[in-house]
């Protein structure tokens, strides 16, 4: 269904200011629907417009194009036909947080113009539904009769003619429900901070540094701290790590490359706060790619300085062909980027290769598990275990084998890259980002 036709309708039931992850359950899901791309949403409401004002101002805040209404429900029955126009109207509640993967499994629901569609939220939540205007009409005629018109009252009256439709086959897209006590909370937080893991994670990321960052980014999430303050805390380790590889002291090797690990579980914070609280941006996202390479290159020549001091110049001269080899893909990888699909992710050039290589699917297989040996993630993870057990006089070497390769990669699928569409190319989180 196309999103720029639907207008959401959300009712306000339970608690739809208790704050989930930083954000009220009314604002969370509010911006899960225009993260899709809807562009019109009426809340009905019995509370006092004083108690929403905040969550209102929060909302149009995001989303200063949103037609965002609020209105009792005596006054919507009054007034909406001429709000609607024509609209499908999916209507959501506030008993639970539902996500964008949610809504958008709802909408990819055959549904028959003359249905009305109930999507079950569990025993203690009421349903979500799916209708168009000419069966909320029949509703209307039907309330505007009554001498009391509640906002529960609606949704009674609509759910009694609706169909009910099972959701088990939307076990891929999260419902997080039944959300009444604290504990409820922390079980919801827990769960949508478990799904952040990305496809584009590598098996580090995924198993080790990714429970660790999402434990710590959901301690902070209740607090006013923007993705790019945490993008500045990896560059804050990534500072740090120089400074210890450039100490000159006998544990120099050791902390830096620890630090390198710490700040490869750091970078994960930012993009998990941006995607948990629709905070999302391309803007964002090109920060953290930049940050992450110049912690990268900071690695390169801290590590080669502390190296150069203890054994000799020999890795001052590896160090100068891995500075600029490492540079130059850089800097190449940065122009496609920008006059390719946009975007800000480097995780272009593993997805251009796999797309190329898909009448291969045994190659294809091949190049992906491979693939995520060359994320940051598993180096600096090897890298932290090499500084630990004295080996890290090894590092440049394998540094010079995969920084070849990787500029290799880069100039192979510049053609690709440059004229991959968007859609094709970008990872699943960066698509659809706002600016």
């Not at 168009?132 to 609606?154: C, F, K, M, R, Y």
Request: with cysteine; net charge positive.
């Amino acid at each position: 269904m196309n999103t720029a036709s639907l207008h959401v309708l959300i009712i306000t039931t339970r608690s739809p200011l208790r704050p989930v992850a930083g954000l009220p359950l009314l604002v969370r899901n509010v911006l899960a629907a225009t993260s899709i791309g809807v562009g019109k949403v009426t809340i009905l409401s019995d509370l006092a417009i004083t108690e929403l004002a905040p969550a209102l101002q929060q909302i149009q805040s995001r989303n200063p194009k949103l037609s965002l209404n609020l209105s009792s429900a005596p006054q919507w029955v009054d007034h909406c036909k001429g709000t609607l126009n024509g609209d499908r109207i999916l209507l959501l509640h506030t008993d639970g947080a539902v996500t964008p993967a949610w809504i958008k499994a709802l909408l990819q629901d055959p549904c028959g113009p003359d249905e009305i569609l109930s999507y079950s939220c569990g025993a203690n939540d009421h349903d979500h539904m799916l209708l168009d205007v000419a069966h909320l009409s029949h509703v209307l005629v039907t309330l505007a009769q009554s001498n009391s018109i509640t906002t529960e009252g609606l949704y009674r009256q609509i759910a009694s003619i609706a169909h009910p439709r099972a959701t088990n086959k939307f076990n891929h897209a999260a419902y997080y429900g039944s959300i009444v006590t604290a504990t409820d909370v922390a079980k919801v937080e827990k769960q949508l901070f478990r799904r952040l893991t990305k496809k584009s994670d590598g098996y580090i990321s995924r198993y080790f540094n990714r429970p660790l960052s999402t434990s710590l980014s959901r301690q902070l999430a209740p607090f006013n701290i923007s993705p790019m303050q945490l993008t500045w805390v990896t560059a804050f380790f990534g500072i740090a790590m120089f400074l210890a590889f450039i100490g000159g002291q006998s544990y120099s090797l050791i902390l830096g490359c620890i630090l390198f690990q710490v700040a490869s579980v750091a970078d994960g914070m930012d993009g998990e706060i941006a995607r948990v609280k629709y905070l999302a941006s391309t803007r964002g996202a090109a920060w953290d790619t930049s940050v992450d390479m110049a912690t990268n290159l900071l690695f390169i020549i801290g590590l080669m300085s502390a190296l150069h001091l203890q054994y000799g110049p020999n890795y001052l001269h590896l160090g100068i062909y891995l500075v600029a080899v490492s540079s130059a893909a850089i800097t190449l990888l940065s122009l496609l980027v920008y006059f390719g699909p946009g975007g800000g992710s480097f995780d272009v050039v593993g997805q251009a290769l796999v797309n190329r290589l898909a009448a291969y699917p045994r190659t294809q297989t091949i190049i992906t598990v491979v693939e995520k040996f060359f994320k940051r993630d598993a180096y600096a993870f090897i890298f932290a275990l090499l500084g630990i057990i004295g080996l890290a006089y090894v590092i440049p070497w394998m540094l010079a084998v995969g920084v070849s390769l990787w500029l290799l990669a880069v100039i192979i699928n510049t053609p690709y890259i440059l004229k991959a569409r968007p859609a094709d190319i970008l990872p699943e989180h960066i698509k659809n980002l706002r600016p």
